[in-house]
């Protein structure tokens, strides 16, 4: 099957900030591709080329096999789009604007609008302006998932969702990817992307650095974790061991990095008493620093 | 159904402020036109007679004593006017800027409807609304004309009141570019507010100096004049005039709109 999305060489920049350089990016029909970078890196500017609300520098994009700038019509019909700064007039409510936008699309059921609130636990009679940014959110969703689009560009889809309603949005991601359409997100979240995804781009500076799979990906992944035990603990004991780093221990409190596998370091603190376990992933910009060091003296 | 189509939409959203503007202009229209007959007695005449002959030609008050003179000085001329291209100039940067500037713009162009769609038909609401304005304009005249004494044609009072939407149709379009072209909600509103006022001096204060005098003939203000379109009816070429300026700078607007990135 043809690729949902296609860059070549997609360049943008604002005045003489560089914001996109080069991207070349594929995401594949029906698979969930999670779209990570740190605030600022360009993934919302990639995403506004490809729905042509920006126009590129140089390079080309193919949105289900179509040219943004000349066949956007065509293309955003089986598009749903969720912007990173979801906004709309707040004196609506969310229904009057659901059927507005359904209307733009020629028309969407309302039972299927009403079936999506419900799952969100959404009001839609009540003004928009009205609605916490969580359940502003939600209208954003709704609308992106309303009309069952083959392609879903979402940006930043779980920002302002409580933890619940962020596991319901995967669940129907995943139930977006069992019928067949392609689902584009993006996160500066790892763990976001890592439960979703079938694959993930990370993107720094306006470049791809890495594709791969989500569990190579969090193969690949850091974690800060502290152990406090019942008594003091010695560094040695936790210094060799495989996928450990940066060990520390302040008495009876060990601190270490752990990049993949946590085998070995549970089965040794297994044999200690443990009072407390943390567990912390680090920012995406942290990661980078230690695993994708392209060059630091970009300038982005 | 008004949810049907975006200039549907538009005048929905805005079903307020219009219905706002509209009982401002229907009161302005009564409270003025109601006070004919007090200024249509000599002694007013005589108070006019006593002003600078420049003073009464650039304010329009050279003929207050007629009907068609009082009301294209008033009504017409300066209240009617201004309340409706503040209301078009209002919604014509909303139109663009306002929403580009507050993100509402984006969602609309993500969906399946191209960048001169959305600009030629939030123009069809603009100029929905500032017809409109004339027309409670013309309603409210009308509805005083036989208890007043006005001895106009209403084909005329209709004239004037399309001239007057159609003007405030004209600045609005004119936010509209300036929308198209910047995206900017100031630059939109102070512009379009800059070029009205530069308008409204070159049809009253132009003739006086025999230098700039052509000046006035590019003024829509002079394009649109009530006082002549009330005694004479209507201009064919004037209003064609308005019309079409409207329609170019509108097209102008889709026109940038189209070549440019949106929210940045």
Redesign the interface.
Known sequence: MDDAIVTRGLTKS?GDTLALDNLDLEVRSGEVFGFLGPNGAGKTTTI?LL?????PDSGSASVLGRDPQTE???M??R?G?L?G?????G??SPR?FL???G???GGVSTDRVESLAERFELDLDSKIGSLSKGNRQKVGLV?AFMHSPELLILDEPTSGLDPIMAREFLEMVAEAKDAGQTVFMSSHILSEVQHGADRAGIIRKGRLIAVDDVDELRARSMRHVQIVFDSDVAVGEFAGLDSVGDVSVDGNVMRCRLIGEADQLIKTVARHRVLDFISEEPDLEEMFFHYYTGDENDVA | MM????WT?TLW?QRQTLLGWAIGLIAVSLVYGGFYPVVATPDYAELIEGLPPALAEAMGWGDMSTPHGYLGATVFGLLGPVLTIIMSIGLGTRAIAGSEE???L?????????RTRVVVQKALALAVAAIMAGSVVSGAILAIRGPIELDIPVAHIAAASLNLGLGGLLFGSLAMLVGGITGRRGLSISISAAVVVIAYLANGLAPQVDAVAWLQDLSPFYWANGTDTLRDGIDPLDTLRLAGVAVVLIAGAAFAFNR?????
Do not use: C, W
């Open positions: 604002y506004r729905l042509d609300v920006l126009r956007g019509v065509e955003r019909r598009v789009y912007p700064d979801f906004a709309t007039d004196r609506q009057e059927t507005y936008l209307n733009l699309r609308q | 949810l049907r189509d975006i939409k959203d507050d993100g509402s984006e969602m609309l162009i993500a969906h399946p409807v191209t440019r990135d949106v929210g940045v």
